[in-house]
Nanobody, 114 residues
Framework: VQLQASGGGLVQAGGSLRLSCAAS????????LGWYRQKPGKQRELVAL???????NYADSVKGRFTISRDNAKNTVYLQMNSLKPEDTAVYYC?????????WGQGTQVTVSS
């Protein structure tokens, strides 16, 4: 399955963005589905993830500010990001574990200015 992320951009601190990730196939059966990010010079890190059994995990740094959601009918997962901070600046990647395969989107840049 191919994942196409969009919605990144430049925003001032305190602003909001909504990322979207459209999958070329069904995401309804995905065991894990969500978002990671990679800051310059850092390893990729979890942001928000739907897990098995309907659980949702958020990184501590985004709890209360970011919300992940999904629309299985549209094969799309979203990340609503509010109260953005300069430290949220990163390339954001959508991720889906489908058919025993790790699938990654191409990444979308989010830049938060102070």
């Amino acid at each position: 399955v191919q994942l196409q992320a969009s919605g990144g951009g430049l925003v001032q601190a305190g602003g909001s963005l909504r990322l979207s990730c459209a999958a070329s196939g069904s995401i309804g059966s995905s065991e894990f589905l969500g978002w990671y990010r990679q800051k310059p010079g850092k390893q990729r890190e979890l942001v928000a993830l739907f897990g098995s059994g309907g659980s949702i995990n958020y990184a501590d740094s985004v709890k209360g500010r970011f919300t992940i959601s999904r629309d299985n009918a549209k094969n799309t997962v979203y990340l609503q990001m509010n109260s953005l901070k300069p430290e949220d600046t990163a390339v954001y990647y959508c991720y889906a574990y489908l058919q025993v395969t790790n699938n990654w989107g191409q990444g979308t840049q989010v830049t938060v200015s102070s």
